[in-house]
C-alpha cells in the first residue's frame, strides 16, 4: 500500500519537477523514486495481510512478491531510457509520471480483491501505455502503434467491462471470495449461462492485455512500432501484472468454474504456443521476433493457469511468479542490448547484430545470457520456470499439453539462437562495424541483468518456494 | 568437500582466465587442469583404498522442490573423471598449438565446459544431472560456431538442435519419473528427484516402453546411434581440432554413461521391451560407419566415421546386458577416448603443416616424421584393436558380450575389426607412406611440446592392453550393481 502512495505522489511531484527539464535531475530522481518503492513493498513482506479500500485491495505475500517484480522491472529498465529520452527533451518529466503511474494500475491489478479494483488497475495501467506508445511523435509506426493499440484496447477493455457486469448479474457481487462461494451454491440455476458468458468475456479483455491468442494480434505491430524502451516496458510490466491479475480471477474467484473454464484456457494455451513460436521463427526483425516470443511466454504462462488449481501459494502459482520473474529480467536485458545497438547501428534485424561479440562483448553476453533464458536452457533462470510450470502443469495431469510446449520450445531454440548466431559467428560489415557506445550505467545494469538471471538459474531456491 | 573442489576448479580457472593476458593465460589454463588431475588422481587412489562414501555431497538445492544438489562418485564415475581430467590438459595443449584468436575466451571455454562434463558423470539427482548435461553443450556450440570452418554455422545450429530436441525429451522424462516418487501431495516439495529414489520407483511395463524413449533420445543423440547420427561426422569435420577433440573423447561417453547410470536401471523393462531394436540399429551403425570411412578422402571425416562406428559396439555392448558386455563398454569408453583425441591430434598436426588433411593431397610423409608416424601408428592399432593395445581389450569385451547376447549378432559386429583394419591402414598407408607429395621434403617432424601429447597417451594405450584389470576392479562393483537393478 506504501508503494501506490508513493508511486501516486512521486508521479504528481516529477511532473513538476518536469519544469527543470534536465535528464541529469529527472531520471536519478524516479531511480531513486522507484528504489523507495522497492524497499517499502519489501518492508510489508511476511506481515499479516492486510486489506485497504472497504477490503477491495488485499497485501499480502501474493501482491508484494509480483509487486517486487513490476517495481525491479521498471528500475532496471530506467538506465535504458536516456539516449531516448534526451531525443524528445520537451516531454521528458510527462513519460516518467506516466511510467510511475502506470505502476500504480499494475499494482492495483496484483493486489485486487473486488472487480472494480481490477478494472481501475486495468485501466491507469492501459491509458498510460497507449500514450507511451506513441511517444515517438515524428514517427509514423510509433503513431500507428498508438492508434491500434488503444483501439483494440478500448474495445478490449469494454468486452471486459461487460464480463464483469454480467459475473456481477449473475452472483450479485464485486468482491472475489463472495463470487467464489456464489459460483460454488449458485442461488439460481438459471444465471448459469449469464455467469458463464461474463467468465468467457473477462478470459477475452484479460487475454488481450496479456497478448494470448487468438487476442494477440496487435502485439507484433505495436511492439515494433513503439519506442523500444516502452517496449521492454510494455511487453515485462503489462504481462506481470496481467497474468498475476488472470491468475487471481481463477484460482480465488472461479474455481468452482473449473469444469467451464480450463477447457478454454487450454486450447487458448495451445493456440499460444502455436502461433507465438512459429510466428517468431519467420520473423526478420529482433525487435519482432521478440514480440512474438513474448506471445509464445504468454503460452507457458497460461500452463501455470491450468495448472492453478484454487491456490495461490501451491506450485503453479510459484510457477508463475518465477516465471515471470525470470522472464521480465531476461526481456529487458534482450530490449536493453536491442535498443543501444539499434539506435547506434539504424537497424533491427538480425544482420544488426552481426560481430557484437567482437565490438561489445558485454552486449554480446548479456544478449546470449538472455536468449538462453528465454530459450530455457539451464544455468538460467528461464529453464526453472519452465520446469516449475510444467513440472505443475504434469502434476495436475496435462501431460499432452506440456508435450506440446516442450516441443514448442524447440522451435524456440531455433531462433533465440539467431542472434547469437549473429553476435558471434558473423562478421560485422561496412560502417556498422564500430563499438556500440554504451555508458557506465547502463553497463552495470546490463552486467546486473544476466548475473540475475544466472543466479536465478544457479540458485533458484532462493525464489521458488516463496508465495 | 574435495568433490566440489574437483568439479568446480575448471570454473573458478576459466573465470579468471577472463582477467589474464599471454603467456599467464596458457600457463593458468593448464596449471588449472593439471591441479585438476592430480586431485582426480588422488582421489582415485584413495578411493579404492576407503571406498566412496567420502565423496558424497548433499545439499537442498530447490527446496520447495526437493530438488538436491547431490553429487557423488562410485567406480563408473571415477573412470570417467578420470578420463576427462586426464584427457583436458592435453587437449588444452593441442589448442596452444592452433593459435586460434582470443585464446583466453577459447580456453575459458574448455575449462567450463570440463566442469559440465565432470558435472554430468558426477550428479546423483536428475535435474542436476539435466542441468550440467545442458552446461556441457553451450561451451562446445560456441567452441565450433565462433572457431570452426566455413560451414560452422549452418553445422553448429543443427548440432545444437539435434542435441536439444534430445535433452527436453530426457527432460520430460525425467519430470514424469519425479511426479511418481513420493506421496502426490499438492506441494512440489513431497516429490524427489534422487536418483535412488528413481531407481525405487516400480513403473508399468507400458509406462517404460515410451518412458524408455523418451529418455534414451538424449543419449542417442549424444552417442551417436543410428539414424540420429547426422549431425556427428559434419561437427567433427567442421570444428576446430581441440572440439572435437572433446566432442569425441569425452562428449560422447555422456551417452553412454547417461545409459549406464539412468537408463537401464530406472526402465529396465522399457529396456528388455527395447533391447533388440537397440542393437539392430547400434550394429547397424558398427557397419554403416566403418562402409561409409573407407570411401572419405578427408582425414577428419574419416576418423569421425570411424568413432561412429566404434560407438555402435559400445552401444551394442551396453545393451547386451551382459557383465562382460559393460565391462567392456566402461574399459572401450576410456580407450576410445584416448585413440580417438590421439588420431585427432594426428590430423591436426598434419593440417598445421600441409595446410591439407585430404588424403590425396598427401603422401610419403614418414621419411621426415618418424616420431610422428610412430605415434600416429600406436594411436591407429590401438583403434584398430591389436592385441596388447587398449582397443583390444575393450572391443574383446564388448564382442564377447555381444556374442553372448546372439551369436549372430557377435558375427556381425565383429566385421567392424576388419572394416577399421581397411580404412585405418589405407589412411596411413594413404599419408604417411606412399607415393611422394608435394610436402613430404619440407614436412617437419613433432615438436618436443606435441610429443608431450603423445607420450602419455601412448602410456595410457600400452596400460589399457597390458593391465586393463587396473580399470575393471574399479568399475566392477558398479557395473554389478547395475545389472543387479537390470534384474541380469
Known amino acids: 500500500m506504501t508503494s501506490i502512495i508513493l508511486l501516486s505522489i512521486f508521479g504528481i511531484v516529477q511532473l513538476f519537477l518536469g519544469f527543470l527539464r534536465s535528464n541529469k535531475v ?354 538460467t533462470g528461464g529453464f526453472f520456470g519452465k520446469l516449475f510450470l510444467l513440472t505443475a502443469a504434469v502434476g495436475q495431469g496435462h501431460i499432452g499439453l506440456v508435450v506440446f510446449a516442450v516441443i514448442m520450445s524447440m522451435v524456440g531454440i531455433y531462433y533465440y539462437l539467431r542472434p547469437i548466431i549473429a553476435m558471434y559467428l558473423r562478421p560485422a560489415e561496412g560502417p556498422t562495424a564500430d563499438a556500440v557506445p554504451v555508458d557506465g550505467l547502463q553497463s552495470f545494469t546490463l552486467g546486473l541483468l544476466a548475473l540475475l538471471t544466472i543466479a536465478l538459474g544457479i540458485l533458484p531456491g532462493l525464489l521458488s518456494g516463496i508465495l | 568437500m574435495l568433490t566440489a573442489v574437483l568439479l568446480f576448479l575448471p570454473l573458478a580457472a576459466a573465470l579468471l582466465l577472463h582477467f589474464t593476458k599471454g603467456a599467464t593465460t596458457r600457463a593458468l589454463a ?175 511395463a507400458g509406462e517404460q516402453s515410451w ?7 538424449a543419449f542417442a543423440v549424444k552417442m551417436p546411434i543410428f539414424p540420429f547420427h547426422t549431425w556427428q561426422p559434419d561437427t567433427y569435420t567442421e570444428a576446430p581440432a581441440p572440439a572435437t577433440m572433446l566432442l569425441a573423447g569425452i562428449m560422447l561417453k555422456m551417452g553412454i554413461y547417461g545409459t549406464l547410470r539412468w537408463l537401464l536401471p530406472i526402465v529396465p523393462l522399457g529396456v528388455s521391451q527395447w533391447q533388440k531394436p537397440v542393437i539392430i540399429l547400434a550394429v547397424i551403425g558398427v557397419i554403416y560407419g566403418a562402409l561409409i570411412a573407407i570411401r572419405q578422402r578427408d582425414m577428419k571425416r574419416l576418423i569421425a566415421y570411424s568413432s561412429l562406428s566404434h560407438v555402435g559396439l559400445m552401444a551394442a555392448g551396453v545393451f547386451s546386458l551382459t557383465q562382460i558386455g559393460l565391462q567392456g563398454a566402461v574399459i572401450q569408453m576410456l580407450a576410445h577416448g584416448v585413440n580417438v583425441v590421439g588420431m585427432f591430434f594426428v590430423a591436426d598436426a598434419i593440417e598445421r603443416r600441409t595446410g591439407t588433411r585430404l588424403l590425396p593431397d598427401l603422401g610419403g610423409l614418414t621419411r621426415r616424421t618418424p616420431l610422428l608416424s610412430v605415434c600416429f601408428l600406436v594411436m591407429l592399432l590401438s583403434t584398430v584393436a591389436l592385441p596388447l593395445t587398449g582397443g583390444f581389450v575393450g572391443e574383446f569385451l564388448l564382442l564377447a558380450g555381444i556374442y553372448e547376447y546372439s551369436a549372430w549378432v557377435g558375427a556381425v559386429a565383429g566385421l567392424t575389426i576388419i572394416f577399421s583394419a581397411v580404412y585405418l591402414l589405407r589412411l596411413f598407408q594413404r599419408t604417411m607412406l606412399g607415393p611422394d607429395s608435394s610436402f613430404s621434403a619440407t614436412i617437419t617432424d613433432l615438436t618436443g611440446g606435441e610429443l608431450a601429447v603423445f607420450v602419455p597417451l601412448i602410456v595410457l594405450v600400452f596400460w589399457l592392453g597390458l593391465f586393463p584389470g587396473t580399470f575393471l576392479h574399479i568399475s566392477e562393483p558398479a557395473v554389478s550393481s547395475i545389472l543387479s537393478a537390470v534384474g541380469r
Open chain 1, 26 to 379: 529527472l531520471l536519478p530522481g524516479v531511480m531513486l523514486v522507484l528504489l523507495a518503492v522497492f524497499g517499502a513493498n519489501l518492508a510489508d513482506w511476511n506481515q499479516a495481510p492486510q486489506s485497504f479500500f472497504n477490503q477491495m485491495l488485499t497485501v499480502d505475500h501474493y501482491t508484494v512478491a509480483f509487486t517486487g517484480i513490476v517495481v525491479l522491472t521498471a528500475l532496471l529498465l530506467l538506465p535504458f531510457s536516456r539516449s531516448y529520452v534526451v531525443a524528445h527533451e520537451p516531454n521528458l518529466a510527462e513519460y516518467y509520471a506516466l511510467l510511475l503511474f502506470s505502476l500504480v494500475g499494475a499494482i492495483m491489478m496484483i493486489g485486487y480483491d473486488h472487480l472494480l479494483m481490477l478494472f481501475v488497475g486495468i485501466e491507469i495501467l492501459s491509458i498510460s501505455m497507449y500514450v507511451l506508445a506513441g511517444a515517438s511523435k515524428r514517427d509514423s509506426r510509433s503513431n500507428e502503434a498508438a492508434l491500434k493499440y488503444f483501439l483494440m484496447g478500448a474495445f478490449a477493455t469494454g468486452i471486459l467491462l461487460f464480463g464483469i457486469a454480467l459475473l456481477y448479474g449473475a452472483t450479485g457481487t464485486f468482491a472475489l471470495s463472495q463470487i467464489a462461494a456464489a459460483v460454488a451454491a449458485p442461488a439460481n440455476a438459471s444465471l448459469l449461462p449469464m455467469l458463464y458468458i461474463g467468465i468467457l468475456l473477462m478470459i477475452i479483455g484479460i487475454g488481450f492485455k496479456v497478448s494470448a491468442a487468438p487476442f494477440h494480434f496487435w502485439t507484433p505491430d505495436v511492439y515494433e512500432g513503439t519506442p523500444t524502451f516502452f517496449t521492454a516496458f510494455m511487453s515485462t510490466v503489462v504481462k506481470t501484472a496481467g497474468f498475476a491479475a488472470f491468475l487471481k480471477l481463477l484460482a480465488v474467484a472461479l474455481p468452482a468454474a473449473q469444469g467451464f473454464w480450463a477447457p478454454t484456457i487450454q486450447a487458448m494455451c495451445a493456440l499460444t504456443l502455436l502461433l507465438g513460436n512459429v510466428g517468431a521463427a519467420v520473423q526478420t526483425t529482433t525487435k519482432r521476433m521478440l514480440a512474438y516470443s513474448s506471445v509464445s511466454h504468454a503460452g507457458y504462462l497460461l500452463i501455470g493457469l491450468v495448472a492453478g488449481n484454487g491456490s495461490l501459494t501451491g506450485p503453479a502459482a510459484n510457477g508463475i511468479f518465477f516465471y515471470s520473474l525470470a522472464y521480465s529480467i531476461a526481456t529487458v536485458a534482450a530490449f536493453g542490448v536491442l535498443k543501444l545497438v539499434a539506435d547506434h547501428r539504424q537497424r533491427d534485424d538480425y544482420a544488426g547484430l552481426n560481430g557484437l561479440g567482437k565490438t561489445n562483448p558485454l552486449l554480446a553476453f548479456v544478449m546470449t545470457v538472455a536468449m538462453l533464458s528465454l530459450a530455457g536452457i539451464p544455468l
Open chain 2, 30 to 204: 593448464l596449471g588449472a587442469t593439471l591441479v585438476e588431475f592430480a586431485l582426480a588422481a588422488f582421489i582415485a587412489i584413495d578411493f579404492t583404498r576407503h571406498g566412496s562414501s567420502a565423496y558424497n555431497l548433499d545439499y537442498a538445492w530447490v527446496q520447495s522442490a526437493g530438488i538436491n544438489f547431490h553429487i557423488g562418485l562410485d567406480g563408473l564415475s571415477l573412470l570417467l573423471v578420470l578420463l576427462t581430467t586426464f584427457l583436458v590438459p592435453l587437449i588444452l595443449l593441442a589448442a596452444f598449438r592452433g593459435n586460434y584468436e582470443n585464446p583466453s575466451a577459447f580456453y575459458a571455454l574448455v575449462l567450463f565446459m570440463q566442469t559440465g562434463l565432470l558435472g554430468v558423470f558426477m550428479s546423483l539427482d536428475a535435474f542436476l544431472f539435466y542441468f550440467f548435461w545442458e552446461v556441457a553443450l553451450i561451451p562446445i556450440y560456441f567452441l565450433a560456431g565462433a572457431w570452426g570452418g566455413e560451414r560452422r554455422i549452418a553445422v553448429t545450429l543443427k548440432f545444437f538442435l539435434y542435441t536439444v530436441v534430445g535433452s527436453l525429451l530426457m527432460l520430460a522424462g525425467f519430470v514424469y519419473l519425479y511426479l511418481q516418487t513420493g506421496p502426490a501431495a499438492g506441494s512440489l516439495a513431497a516429490h524427489s528427484s534422487e536418483l535412488s529414489a528413481f531407481y525405487k520407483l516400480r513403473l508399468s
Open chain 2, 211 to 217: 518412458l524408455f524413449w523418451l529418455i534414451f533420445a
